[in-house]
Nanobody, 128 residues
Framework: QVQLVESGGGLVQAGGSLTLSCAAS????????MGWFRQVPHLEREFVAA????????NEKDSVKGRFTISRDNAKNKMYLHMNSLKPVEPAAYYC?????????????????????WGQGTQVTVSS
């Protein structure tokens, strides 16, 4: 089992920056691939970025490439999402997810169904 807790959400102006954190706990927390998803009411959960357990593979949604950076610190069992140049269309609940303890070191999937563990979400609001 892996438990996930997000933090860092809040209100930011369009064009601004925000960093989300996800703290993982559990015996296999450092050996899971991890990802960020976002969701607005009445729409499906959307993939944002993922990182393999080794940190060597990163997978990003095209629209965030060059603006968002996903990273992880396995010594601290934490994952981060640094978001720059936020757009007014990007407010949402952002969720941390993890899956596949002991999967391939370069596996960083984008499908929500690949992830077995989810945090409660942290809200990001972008003002125009």
């Amino acid at each position: 089992q892996v438990q996930l807790v997000e933090s860092g959400g809040g209100l930011v102006q369009a064009g601004g920056s925000l960093t989300l954190s996800c703290a993982a706990s559990g015996s296999t927390a450092s050996r899971v691939f991890m990802g960020w998803f976002r969701q607005v009411p009445h729409l499906e959960r959307e993939f944002v970025a993922a990182i393999s357990w080794s940190g060597t593979t990163i997978n990003e949604k095209d629209s965030v490439k060059g603006r968002f950076t996903i990273s992880r610190d396995n010594a601290k069992n934490k994952m981060y999402l640094h978001m720059n140049s936020l757009k007014p269309v990007e407010p949402a609940a952002y969720y941390c997810a993890a899956g596949g303890p002991f999967s391939s070191s370069n596996w960083a999937p984008s499908l929500p169904t690949e992830y077995a563990y989810w945090g409660q979400g942290t809200q990001v609001t972008v003002s125009s």
